[in-house]
């Protein structure tokens, strides 16, 4: 079955961007919605934002102009950017794969992201 | 934000029934989306328990079941087995947000 791999930094500056990237494996990238989702320690979880395969977007407002989700078909991966990071920002992302409207049924492991100095 | 409320924690002996509910508004469970759930272990990412209101993937045990009406949905876990301790969330589509959202997430103990 799919399986999803999240990378990237463990830590990040203050007021720089955090950058990662979902690896999609055993399954294709197609058709389907990719999402990221994050869980700041001991809190609940909180979608980010998604892109469909063919590279429509759509982000949780609150969020919204600080974060860019991009996909590269050919790599069968998809990216999250979040701009302007604060330690508000610090979280467990997971990337997941969705439907319209719909549930995610395939998580990644997920991975912690720091924001410190 | 989240805009699903669910109960902070329900607990339950072994072999109990407990029910989680999940209340949204008219935007997101009262204007039709489907309510899905996850269980999600401790340190490790959630899982699709129930998707489409009542609906179980494969392999997720039969003690689990969901049910929606109005604005609420609600999880239940029939005998409720030491492996069951979790956190649990809902989530489903909101309309005015034009996004995703979570419940707030109930942490089960099996006491």
């Known amino acids: 079955q799919v399986q999803l791999q999240e990378s990237g930094p463990g830590l990040v500056k203050p007021s720089e961007t955090l950058s990662l990237t979902c690896t999609v494996s055993r399954g294709p990238i197609g058709s389907y919605y990719w999402s990221w989702i994050r869980q700041p320690p001991g809190k609940g979880l909180e979608w980010i934002g998604y892109i469909y395969y063919s590279g429509s977007t759509n982000y949780n407002p609150s969020l919204k102009s600080r974060v860019t989700i991009s996909v590269d078909m050919s790599q069968n991966q998809f990216s999250l950017r979040l701009s302007s990071v604060t330690a508000a920002d610090t979280a467990v992302y997971y990337c997941?794969?969705?439907?319209?409207?719909?549930?995610?049924?395939?998580w990644g492991r997920g991975t912690l992201a720091t924001v410190s100095s | 934000q989240s805009v699903l409320t669910q109960p902070p924690s329900v607990s339950g002996a072994p072999g109990q029934r407990v029910t989680i509910s999940c209340t949204g508004s008219s935007s997101n469970i009262g204007a039709g989306f489907d309510v899905h759930w996850y269980q999600q272990l401790p340190t490790t990412a959630p899982k699709l328990l129930i998707y489409?209101?009542?609906n179980r993937p494969s392999g997720v045990p039969d003690r689990f079941s969901g049910s929606k009406s109005g604005t609420s949905a609600s999880l239940a876990i029939t005998g409720l087995q030491a492996e069951d301790e979790a956190d649990y969330y809902c989530?489903?589509?909101?309309?005015?947000?034009?996004?995703?959202?979570f419940g707030t997430g109930t942490k089960v103990t099996v006491l």
């Open positions: 989530q489903s589509y909101d309309s005015s947000l034009s996004g995703y959202v």
């Open positions: 489409g209101n009542d």
């Open positions: 997941a794969r969705g439907y319209s409207y719909g549930p995610f049924d395939f």
